[in-house]
Structure formats: structure tokens, C-alpha cells
């Protein structure tokens, strides 16, 4: 790293979650079944960035965030937050940087606590991390909070039930930016809007990044929002990194197949961007309980080999600061044979 660049504030290596199935065991060999749910990821964050997390339901996104937050204590790796590993802090020192760190929930209405008010329920952070806030101050507090997040103070009396998922989810935002962290992980955090409010709770984070300077994780299935959002991608399959890159160079030349055929997904104003060869992803994704050996996505790549099969690829350095996870990453697309459209 050079002397001018500055130290990121997130550097998570090597990140690995793999959960116990409760109850079920290997018939063979014993042992319990194990959900790969994160296999050895690694990125870094910087001050005010936001990095997009894609990938299809099912391949790690949502495990990933909440192991940057310890809100699942990872299997192995670490996770630097301003030089402090999360994963070896004790719990009482853990619970002091997490006012540092917040999370936004996909569905607003099931992550707010229906016997609160909206009122307790933002300023509920305030009373656990600054209980000595005297009740007035701390009111003042979640009154101007609802100004910035676009909801009226008076507004603080009514219970979840009383608003629409989009004034829910501007309580959400409320509640994780009460305490001025310096990290937010929104997990899907408009996917359960409707489109029309998805744009406003966009504007929202951005707006709100734009004036604190927070650093966000943008986890997401929908890659024009991701795109809108984002300057870097990172994209997942199968609990490991397909791809991390720039949010343009990935958007304009994916170097993964599996990039390649979540983007050729995304409708584009440009009809002329919708080239025969773009490749389709067809098939499922393997389950996570017994992933494949070699590269996670042979089994539907378009351009896989023998040695796809037998070995993993590692994440490689491009020399354009992005990095891929695909032995055939140096060979232009229409080079190799493409999946074709089913009729
Ligand atoms: Fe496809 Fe092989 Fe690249 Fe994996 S390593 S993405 S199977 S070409």
C-alpha cells in the first residue's frame, strides 16, 4: 500500500462460516452435515464506500454480512475493524465497537419490534450504549433523527403496524443511524418495497452517506440498484468470491462467466447491449451442504474444462485492480463456447 493511500477500515480475510446441521449426520464416515455458507472470502472497505454483495438467493450474501458483524461468529479468518480483529474481541470489548457498526434488515416490518413504539424503538440504541442520556436530550435526538430520514417527529407515538414498508424501513435507517456508526450493512434493504419506494429509500442511504460519510455493505440480488449504489462489486457464488471489481468495469466487462450471466440478466436501456452471446444461467446452484470440488460454478459454466473439475481456482489478481476466480479469466468471451438460449 502506497504512503498516501489510506488504511482501510474494513479488511476481512479468509472469512468462513460453516454451520452444523442440527441433527443430521454423514451416513458414511460420520461427522455432522455442514452448510458452507461462506468459504474463505476476502476484501477490504474504505472510508465512505459503499461495495455491493450479488449473487444468487442461497450463495453466502446475507451470511457474509452478518459475519462482518459477528452477529454469526465465523468458523475461521479474521475481520479487521480500524486494526481490532472482531472475531478474537471479547465479548464486552465486541459490544462497544458495535455501536460502530449496524445492520438494515430486509424486511422492515418483521425486524421492528411490534410492541414498541417507533419513538422507543429508535431511541433504543441510545438507552443500551449512553444510558447516562438524560430522556429529553435523548428524544431531541430521535425527533431530528425522524427529520432526516424523512419521517415527521410526531410521528414517534405510532407502532410499526401504522406505517407502510417504506416509512417502516425510514424507522430502520433511524434506528441503525442513531448512534452515528461508521459502518452499515443494509441487507437487501428494498427488496421488499415496492419499486416505487425502493428509488426514495435509495436516495435516502445515499443522501445520508453523502452527509456522514459511513461506509456501507450493499447486499443485494437486483444489480441496476446495486449498480446505483455501489463503487465496487463483489459477486458470490456459493459462499466464495466469483469476482471483485470496480463497479463500471464490472457492469461494462465482466471477466467471470458467472458475472457475465447475472449481468446479461439486467435489463438495459440499450437494446443494442443485448448481443446474442451474452451467456444464460440455467440450471441451480449445487447445495452448500456437499459443494463441488474444483471451480464452484463447472457445473453450469458455459466454458468449463476438465481442469474446472479438479481444481479451484484461486482469486487472481487482473492487473486492473480487480480480481477473478476463473482459470479461463485471460480469454476473451467470444473466444470460448457460450451457452446458447433454450427456445
Ligand atoms: Fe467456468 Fe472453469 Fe472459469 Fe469456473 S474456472 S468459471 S468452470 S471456466
Redesign the pocket.
Known amino acids: 500500500m502506497s504512503a498516501t493511500t489510506p488504511a482501510p477500515l474494513l479488511e476481512v480475510h479468509d472469512l468462513t462460516v460453516h454451520y452444523a446441521l442440527p441433527g443430521r449426520s454423514r451416513f458414511l464416515g460420520g461427522g455432522k452435515l455442514r452448510v458452507h455458507a461462506v468459504d474463505g472470502v476476502s476484501f477490504d472497505l474504505g472510508e465512505g464506500e459503499t461495495l455491493g454483495i450479488v449473487g444468487e438467493t442461497g450463495c453466502g450474501k446475507s451470511s457474509l454480512g452478518r459475519a462482518v458483524l459477528q452477529l454469526v461468529r465465523p468458523t475461521a479468518g479474521s475481520v479487521r475493524w480500524r486494526n481490532r480483529d472482531l472475531c478474537t474481541l471479547p465479548e464486552g470489548e465486541l459490544r462497544e465497537v458495535r455501536r460502530e457498526l449496524q445492520i438494515i434488515f430486509q424486511d422492515p416490518l418483521s425486524s421492528l419490534n411490534p410492541r414498541m413504539t417507533v419513538g422507543e424503538i429508535v431511541a433504543e440504541p441510545l438507552r443500551l450504549h449512553q444510558p447516562g442520556m438524560p430522556a429529553e436530550e435523548r428524544q431531541r435526538a430521535v425527533a431530528e433523527m425522524f427529520t432526516r430520514v424523512g419521517l415527521r417527529p410526531d410521528m414517534t407515538s405510532r407502532y410499526p403496524s401504522e406505517f407502510s414498508g417504506g416509512q417502516a424501513q425510514r424507522v430502520s435507517i433511524a434506528r441503525a443511524m442513531i448512534l452515528a456508526p461508521r459502518l452499515i450493512v443494509c441487507d437487501e434493504p428494498v427488496s421488499a418495497l415496492d419499486v416505487s419506494i425502493q428509488a426514495q429509500v435509495c436516495n435516502l442511504l445515499r443522501d445520508l452517506q453523502r452527509e456522514t460519510g459511513i461506509s456501507m455493505i450493499f447486499i443485494s440480488h437486483d444489480l441496476a440498484i446495486v449498480r446505483y449504489m455501489c463503487q465496487r462489486v463483489l459477486v458470490m457464488y456459493l459462499g466464495q468470491v466469483?469476482e471483485l471489481a470496480d463497479r463500471d468495469a464490472l457492469f461494462d466487462r465482466p471477466l467471470?462467466?458467472?458475472s457475465r450471466a447475472l449481468i446479461s440478466a439486467v435489463p438495459r436501456a440499450d437494446p443494442q447491449h443485448l448481443v446474442a452471446e451474452i451467456p444464460v444461467l440455467d440450471g441451480e446452484m449445487p447445495s452448500p451442504i456437499d459443494p463441488p470440488g474444483g471451480?464452484p460454478?463447472?457445473s453450469r459454466?458455459p466454458?468449463?474444462?476438465p481442469?474446472?473439475i479438479s481444481t479451484r481456482?484461486p482469486l487472481e489478481d487482473t492487473g486492473d485492480g480487480r480480481k477473478v476466480?476463473?482459470?479461463?479469466?485471460r480469454e476473451p468471451p467470444g473466444s470460448v463456447p457460450q451457452m446458447t438460449r433454450q427456445p
Open positions: 466469483m467471470h462467466p458467472y471451480c460454478f463447472h459454466c466454458q468449463a474444462i481442469r474446472c481456482p476466480a476463473c482459470h479461463r479469466w
